[in-house]
Nanobody, 117 residues
């Protein structure tokens, strides 16, 4: 079993920045991939950024150049640095991981990000 706890969401003006964090209940070296997804009201959940066990990153086109995903193995944490935020970035942001030994996916409870215009 894995627990993921997100933090760092909030209300920010357009052009501002936020840094999301996701702390895992076990070593993040146990996971193949970790990532951030988001879901806006009335829309489907979509991938924002992912990072592999080896540190390879990938981003949705809509956030490239503005968001940066990173991992801190010592703290079992991944981060999402979000700069130049836009109103369309408003959503609930979820952390996710895939456990190597079972292939099971786990999700956090989500953290709300609201960007005002």
């Amino acid at each position: 079993q894995v627990q993921l706890v997100e933090s760092g969401g909030g209300l920010v003006q357009a052009g501002g920045s936020l840094r999301l964090s996701c702390v895992a209940s076990r070593s993040i070296s146990s996971f193949t991939n970790m990532g951030w997804y988001r879901q806006a009201p009335g829309k489907q959940r979509e991938v924002v950024a992912t990072i592999t066990r080896g540190g390879t990153t990938d981003y949705a086109d809509s956030v490239k150049g503005r968001f940066t995903i990173s991992r801190d193995n010592a703290k079992n944490t991944i981060h999402l640095q979000m700069n130049s935020l836009k109103p369309e970035d408003t959503a609930v942001y979820y952390c996710t991981c895939r456990l190597i030994i079972t292939g099971a996916d786990y999700w956090g409870q989500g953290t709300q990000v609201t960007v005002s215009s």
